[in-house]
C-alpha cells in the first residue's frame, strides 16, 4: 500500500470558493457539456422515474437497477436502466435528484434530474462522488453539482462545478505539490471539504480552513494535523458541521475523528479493522454518513453487510443491509444545524 499525503481543506462559503452564485443551467433540449452547448446522449438512457425517498434510505446501483435498502434488510426497486460499468452515485437532499459517474476510462458524469430526464453534465478521469451544494449567498437557491476531476497524463485534480455556462473550474488556493482529489459535504448545504492529495514525504492530513472573507479571494489557514494514511477513507457528514473522518496510518484499524467546523475539539470516537481487497490488500474506503449519529462502513467484523458505526458509544453492529460491488449512496433530509 503507499502512503497518501492529504489534506482536508474545510470551506466555510463556496462564494468565496469560486462559486459565482448562479442557478444550475435550465433543463431543456440541448445538453450542456463541459461548457459547450452540445447534443450528447447519455449512456443509462434519457429519463428516470424520479424518487421521493425517505431519509436514511440508502442508495445502491449495480449498474443496472437502481435499489432502495432500509436498514432492517427490506428493499425495492427504483429502476432498470441501461447497463453501464463502474457507477458512482450521490443524491440531493431527498432524493429528488441525483448524479451518476459512469464509465471505466474516461467517465461522464450524469444528472438525474427532478423532473425525470437524465442529463449529461460532463466528461472527465472522475472517480469521487460528486455533492450537491448551494452558494452560501443564496441559501433558498437551487442546488448545483460540485465534483472532482484527475488529468490523465499529469495526475493533477481540479475543483469543478456546474454553472449557467455548463461546467466550470473553481479556484482553490493550493501549496507547491498541491491537487484536489475529493469533495465532500452536508448534501444542500453551503460548506464543503475538499481533500487535497499533497505529493510530498513526510505525507500528512490536515483540515484547511477557509476564512471566507467578502470580497476577497480564499484564505486557507491549516489549524489541524492528522498525519499519514494509507487508506483514503471517504469523509462522512453527519451534519453541516460536523464531519467522521477515517485514516490508519499504517495500522490494522481504521481511527474514527469526528472533526467540527465549529471551532469544538477533535475527539476520536472509535476504530474498526476494515474489509480488505483480496487482489491488492487495500482497504474499502466506504464510510457513509446515515444521520447525525450513525455511519455505515465496511467492517471486517461483519465481511458481508454493511456495519453500523454509533458515534456516541464507538459501538459497531451488523446491519442487514448486504454489502455489493456498485455504487451506494445515503438520502439525507434538510438540517438546520448551526454553531
Do not use: Y
Given at each position: 500500500m503507499r502512503a497518501l499525503a492529504v489534506l482536508l481543506a474545510l470551506c466555510l462559503g463556496l462564494?468565496?470558493?469560486?462559486?459565482?452564485?448562479?442557478?444550475?443551467?435550465?433543463?431543456?433540449?440541448?445538453?450542456?457539456?463541459?461548457?459547450?452547448?452540445?447534443?450528447?446522449?447519455?449512456?443509462?438512457?434519457?429519463?428516470?422515474?424520479?424518487?421521493?425517498?425517505?431519509?436514511?434510505?440508502?442508495?445502491?446501483?449495480?449498474?443496472?437497477?437502481l435499489v432502495a435498502y432500509m436498514l432492517d434488510g427490506t428493499s425495492r426497486l427504483i429502476w432498470n436502466h441501461l447497463r453501464v460499468t463502474s457507477p458512482v452515485i450521490a443524491a440531493a437532499p431527498n432524493a429528488h435528484e441525483l448524479t451518476y459517474i459512469v464509465g471505466r476510462d474516461r467517465q461522464q458524469l450524469l444528472h438525474l434530474q427532478p423532473d425525470g430526464r437524465v442529463r449529461v453534465v460532463g466528461s472527465a478521469s472522475m472517480w469521487e462522488p460528486p455533492v450537491f451544494l448551494r452558494p452560501p449567498s443564496r441559501p433558498s437557491a437551487q442546488t448545483r453539482i460540485y465534483y472532482t476531476t484527475q488529468s490523465e497524463s499529469t495526475g493533477n485534480g481540479a475543483l469543478m462545478m456546474q454553472t449557467t455556462r455548463g461546467t466550470e473550474k473553481v479556484p482553490v488556493n493550493l501549496r507547491g505539490g498541491e491537487s484536489p482529489l475529493m469533495v465532500t459535504g452536508y448534501p444542500g448545504s453551503?460548506?464543503?471539504?475538499?481533500?487535497?492529495?499533497?505529493?510530498?514525504?513526510?505525507?500528512?492530513?490536515?483540515?484547511?480552513?477557509?476564512?471566507?472573507?467578502?470580497?476577497?479571494?480564499?484564505?486557507?489557514?491549516?489549524?489541524?494535523?492528522?498525519?499519514?494514511?494509507?487508506?483514503l477513507y471517504t469523509p462522512a457528514w453527519l451534519t453541516p458541521n460536523r464531519v467522521l473522518v477515517g485514516t490508519d496510518r499504517g495500522e490494522t484499524a481504521v481511527m474514527l475523528t469526528l472533526w467540527s467546523a465549529c471551532g469544538d475539539p477533535a475527539e476520536r470516537v472509535g476504530s474498526y479493522t476494515p474489509v480488505r481487497s483480496g487482489a491488492d490488500g487495500a482497504p474499502k474506503p466506504d464510510v457513509l454518513a446515515l444521520d447525525g449519529?450513525?455511519?455505515?462502513?465496511?467492517?471486517?467484523?461483519?465481511?458481508?453487510?454493511?456495519?453500523?458505526?454509533?458515534?456516541?458509544?464507538?459501538?459497531?453492529s451488523a446491519s442487514a443491509i448486504p454489502f455489493r460491488p456498485g455504487g451506494w449512496t445515503v438520502v439525507r433530509g434538510p438540517s438546520r444545524v448551526r454553531c
Open positions: 462564494s468565496a470558493c469560486g462559486s459565482d452564485g448562479a442557478a444550475p443551467a435550465p433543463t431543456g433540449a440541448r445538453i450542456t457539456a463541459g461548457g459547450n452547448s452540445a447534443p450528447a446522449s447519455s449512456p443509462i438512457g434519457v429519463e428516470w422515474p424520479g424518487a421521493d425517498l425517505r431519509t436514511g434510505t440508502v442508495l445502491f446501483d449495480n449498474g443496472r437497477r453551503a460548506r464543503a471539504a475538499l481533500t487535497l492529495l499533497r505529493k510530498a514525504q513526510p505525507p500528512v492530513v490536515e483540515f484547511v480552513l477557509d476564512q471566507d472573507l467578502p470580497g476577497a479571494s480564499s484564505t486557507w489557514a491549516r489549524f489541524l494535523s492528522m498525519g499519514g494514511s494509507d487508506g449519529g450513525h455511519a455505515l462502513v465496511m467492517s471486517a467484523a461483519h465481511p458481508h453487510v454493511w456495519s453500523l458505526f454509533t458515534v456516541r458509544t464507538g459501538q459497531l
